[in-house]
Protein backbone atom coordinates (compact mmCIF):
# COMPACT_ATOMS: atom_id res chain seq x y z
CA UNK A 1 0.00 0.00 0.00
CA UNK A 2 1.33 3.49 -0.49
CA UNK A 3 3.08 5.11 2.20
CA UNK A 4 2.71 8.73 3.91
CA UNK A 5 2.84 11.24 0.63
CA UNK A 6 3.52 15.18 1.67
CA UNK A 7 3.03 17.79 -0.86
CA UNK A 8 5.34 20.00 -2.68
CA UNK A 9 8.36 18.03 -1.80
CA UNK A 10 10.22 21.66 -2.50
CA UNK A 11 9.23 25.57 -1.59
CA UNK A 12 10.82 28.26 -2.16
CA UNK A 13 9.08 31.58 -0.73
CA UNK A 14 9.51 35.43 0.05
CA UNK A 15 9.49 36.42 3.24
CA UNK A 16 6.27 37.63 4.26
CA UNK A 17 4.44 35.23 2.37
CA UNK A 18 2.00 32.42 3.67
CA UNK A 19 3.15 28.85 2.61
CA UNK A 20 0.58 25.87 2.97
CA UNK A 21 2.19 22.13 3.61
CA UNK A 22 -0.19 18.73 2.97
CA UNK A 23 0.01 15.72 3.93
CA UNK A 24 -1.54 12.32 2.78
CA UNK A 25 -0.99 9.91 5.96
CA UNK A 26 -1.53 6.16 5.20
CA UNK A 27 -4.95 4.74 5.17
CA UNK A 28 -6.23 3.95 8.26
CA UNK A 29 -4.11 5.57 10.63
CA UNK A 30 -5.85 7.56 12.61
CA UNK A 31 -2.61 9.49 14.03
CA UNK A 32 -0.91 12.29 12.48
CA UNK A 33 1.97 13.60 13.47
CA UNK A 34 4.07 17.08 12.02
CA UNK A 35 7.66 17.75 12.94
CA UNK A 36 10.51 20.27 11.93
CA UNK A 37 14.01 19.24 10.85
CA UNK A 38 16.12 22.32 10.75
CA UNK A 39 19.53 22.08 9.34
CA UNK A 40 21.79 19.89 10.88
CA UNK A 41 19.68 18.84 13.59
CA UNK A 42 17.20 16.47 14.83
CA UNK A 43 13.43 16.41 14.59
CA UNK A 44 11.64 18.76 16.35
CA UNK A 45 7.44 17.61 17.06
CA UNK A 46 5.16 19.97 15.98
CA UNK A 47 1.77 18.77 16.53
CA UNK A 48 -0.48 15.78 16.84
CA UNK A 49 -3.65 14.93 15.48
CA UNK A 50 -5.98 12.37 16.38
CA UNK A 51 -8.63 12.07 13.84
CA UNK A 52 -9.55 15.71 13.10
CA UNK A 53 -8.65 17.11 16.99
CA UNK A 54 -5.41 18.36 17.82
CA UNK A 55 -4.60 17.34 21.40
CA UNK A 56 -1.26 18.69 21.50
CA UNK A 57 0.27 21.80 19.58
CA UNK A 58 2.96 21.95 22.51
CA UNK A 59 5.17 21.95 19.66
CA UNK A 60 3.80 25.31 17.26
CA UNK A 61 7.19 27.57 17.63
CA UNK A 62 4.34 30.81 17.15
CA UNK A 63 1.08 31.62 16.40
CA UNK A 64 1.99 32.04 12.46
CA UNK A 65 1.67 28.51 12.24
CA UNK A 66 -1.68 26.29 12.25
CA UNK A 67 -2.82 23.24 11.34
CA UNK A 68 -5.67 21.59 10.23
CA UNK A 69 -6.85 17.95 9.39
CA UNK A 70 -10.32 17.16 7.38
CA UNK A 71 -11.97 13.88 7.29
CA UNK A 72 -9.59 12.16 9.64
CA UNK A 73 -6.79 12.10 6.84
CA UNK A 74 -5.16 14.95 4.82
CA UNK A 75 -3.71 16.97 7.15
CA UNK A 76 -2.37 20.72 6.06
CA UNK A 77 0.10 22.84 7.68
CA UNK A 78 0.32 26.66 7.55
CA UNK A 79 3.10 29.16 7.92
CA UNK A 80 1.31 32.36 7.43
CA UNK A 81 4.23 35.78 7.25
CA UNK A 82 7.15 33.72 6.83
CA UNK A 83 10.06 34.14 8.31
CA UNK A 84 13.61 33.21 6.91
CA UNK A 85 14.13 30.97 10.34
CA UNK A 86 11.12 29.00 9.27
CA UNK A 87 13.14 27.28 6.65
CA UNK A 88 13.68 23.69 7.62
CA UNK A 89 12.09 20.20 5.94
CA UNK A 90 8.81 19.26 7.20
CA UNK A 91 7.96 15.86 7.80
CA UNK A 92 4.77 14.17 8.22
CA UNK A 93 3.76 10.84 10.12
CA UNK A 94 1.25 8.47 10.65
CA UNK A 95 0.66 6.36 13.05
CA UNK A 96 -2.60 4.09 13.67
CA UNK A 97 -2.93 5.10 17.37
CA UNK A 98 -5.32 2.79 18.32
CA UNK A 99 -3.15 1.07 21.46
CA UNK A 100 -1.74 4.26 22.80
CA UNK A 101 1.59 3.37 23.55
CA UNK A 102 3.66 0.62 21.26
CA UNK A 103 2.86 2.34 17.82
CA UNK A 104 5.43 2.61 15.38
CA UNK A 105 5.67 6.54 13.21
CA UNK A 106 5.84 5.93 9.35
CA UNK A 107 7.42 8.88 7.89
CA UNK A 108 6.55 10.86 4.39
CA UNK A 109 9.40 12.19 1.82
CA UNK A 110 9.28 15.85 3.97
CA UNK A 111 9.18 19.25 2.49
CA UNK A 112 12.14 21.49 1.96
CA UNK A 113 10.98 24.96 2.68
CA UNK A 114 13.02 27.74 1.48
CA UNK A 115 12.09 31.43 3.26
CA UNK A 116 14.24 33.75 1.34
CA UNK B 1 11.53 16.28 30.18
CA UNK B 2 13.25 13.73 28.04
CA UNK B 3 16.93 13.79 26.26
CA UNK B 4 19.04 12.20 23.44
CA UNK B 5 22.59 12.42 22.96
CA UNK B 6 24.01 11.16 19.66
CA UNK B 7 27.88 12.34 20.07
CA UNK B 8 29.09 10.86 16.99
CA UNK B 9 27.98 13.57 14.47
CA UNK B 10 29.44 11.77 11.55
CA UNK B 11 31.62 8.28 11.07
CA UNK B 12 32.73 6.53 8.07
CA UNK B 13 33.53 2.75 7.91
CA UNK B 14 34.89 0.25 4.30
CA UNK B 15 32.22 -1.79 2.72
CA UNK B 16 31.75 -5.07 4.53
CA UNK B 17 32.50 -3.87 8.26
CA UNK B 18 30.94 -3.91 11.21
CA UNK B 19 29.76 -0.20 13.04
CA UNK B 20 28.50 1.03 16.17
CA UNK B 21 26.31 4.18 16.38
CA UNK B 22 26.25 5.45 20.14
CA UNK B 23 22.77 6.90 21.48
CA UNK B 24 22.54 7.61 24.92
CA UNK B 25 18.72 9.16 26.64
CA UNK B 26 17.86 10.92 29.65
CA UNK B 27 14.40 10.27 31.31
CA UNK B 28 12.50 9.23 34.45
CA UNK B 29 9.65 6.81 32.83
CA UNK B 30 10.53 3.61 33.63
CA UNK B 31 7.85 2.09 30.21
CA UNK B 32 8.98 3.25 27.09
CA UNK B 33 10.07 2.66 23.61
CA UNK B 34 13.29 3.32 21.63
CA UNK B 35 13.75 3.53 17.36
CA UNK B 36 16.71 3.96 15.38
CA UNK B 37 15.64 5.85 12.28
CA UNK B 38 17.46 5.83 8.87
CA UNK B 39 17.33 9.05 6.51
CA UNK B 40 19.12 9.33 3.04
CA UNK B 41 19.52 11.77 1.16
CA UNK B 42 16.24 11.14 -0.62
CA UNK B 43 14.94 12.45 3.11
CA UNK B 44 13.07 9.93 4.08
CA UNK B 45 13.14 8.54 7.49
CA UNK B 46 12.59 4.66 7.43
CA UNK B 47 12.72 3.02 10.53
CA UNK B 48 15.60 0.53 11.33
CA UNK B 49 14.56 -1.23 15.08
CA UNK B 50 12.58 -0.69 17.42
CA UNK B 51 12.87 -2.00 20.90
CA UNK B 52 10.56 -1.93 23.91
CA UNK B 53 12.44 -0.53 27.12
CA UNK B 54 10.63 -3.71 29.62
CA UNK B 55 12.12 -6.19 27.50
CA UNK B 56 15.80 -7.55 28.23
CA UNK B 57 16.40 -9.19 24.71
CA UNK B 58 18.49 -6.89 22.34
CA UNK B 59 16.75 -6.42 19.28
CA UNK B 60 17.62 -7.81 16.07
CA UNK B 61 16.63 -6.83 12.38
CA UNK B 62 18.77 -8.45 9.43
CA UNK B 63 21.86 -7.11 9.64
CA UNK B 64 21.04 -4.77 12.07
CA UNK B 65 21.09 -5.03 16.25
CA UNK B 66 20.88 -3.13 18.90
CA UNK B 67 22.56 -3.09 22.70
CA UNK B 68 19.97 -2.18 25.12
CA UNK B 69 21.39 -1.06 28.21
CA UNK B 70 18.52 0.00 30.23
CA UNK B 71 20.17 0.73 33.60
CA UNK B 72 22.88 2.67 31.58
CA UNK B 73 20.52 4.64 29.23
CA UNK B 74 22.12 3.59 26.24
CA UNK B 75 20.84 2.65 23.29
CA UNK B 76 23.60 1.35 20.18
CA UNK B 77 22.84 0.81 17.01
CA UNK B 78 25.65 -1.93 15.64
CA UNK B 79 25.72 -2.60 11.65
CA UNK B 80 27.04 -5.49 10.36
CA UNK B 81 28.80 -6.40 6.81
CA UNK B 82 27.47 -2.54 5.92
CA UNK B 83 26.67 -2.26 2.60
CA UNK B 84 26.88 1.21 0.25
CA UNK B 85 23.08 1.66 0.80
CA UNK B 86 23.56 2.06 4.48
CA UNK B 87 24.92 5.20 3.48
CA UNK B 88 22.16 7.63 5.41
CA UNK B 89 21.92 10.13 8.59
CA UNK B 90 20.76 7.55 11.73
CA UNK B 91 18.78 9.22 14.05
CA UNK B 92 18.08 8.11 17.67
CA UNK B 93 14.76 8.09 19.07
CA UNK B 94 12.83 7.93 21.90
CA UNK B 95 9.05 7.09 22.56
CA UNK B 96 6.93 8.06 25.64
CA UNK B 97 3.04 8.75 26.13
CA UNK B 98 2.58 12.67 26.88
CA UNK B 99 0.10 14.24 28.98
CA UNK B 100 -2.21 14.25 26.11
CA UNK B 101 -2.34 10.77 25.51
CA UNK B 102 -0.36 10.80 21.81
CA UNK B 103 3.55 8.94 21.19
CA UNK B 104 5.54 11.48 21.44
CA UNK B 105 9.41 11.12 20.25
CA UNK B 106 12.13 12.99 21.13
CA UNK B 107 15.09 12.77 18.33
CA UNK B 108 18.68 13.15 19.18
CA UNK B 109 20.89 15.19 16.36
CA UNK B 110 21.72 12.46 14.16
CA UNK B 111 25.21 10.58 12.99
CA UNK B 112 25.88 10.87 9.30
CA UNK B 113 27.12 7.55 8.18
CA UNK B 114 29.00 6.78 4.97
CA UNK B 115 29.94 3.34 3.91
CA UNK B 116 33.43 3.51 1.67
CA UNK B 117 33.54 1.26 -1.39
Known amino acids: GAGVSQSPSNKVTEKGKDVELRCDPI?????LYWYRQSLGQGLEFLIY????????KSGLPSDRFSAERTGGSVSTLTIQRTQQEDSAVYLC??????????????FGPGTRLLVL | AQTVTQSQPEMSVQEAETVTLSCTYDTSENNYYLFWYKQPPSRQMILVIR??????QNATENRFSVNFQKAAKSFSLKISDSQLGDTAMYFC??????????????FGTGTRLTIIP
Open chain 2, 51 to 56: QEAYKQ
Open chain 1, 49 to 56: FQGNSAPD
Open chain 2, 93 to 106: AFMTVSNFGNEKLT
Open chain 1, 27 to 31: SGHTA
Open chain 1, 93 to 106: ASSYGTSGYQETQY
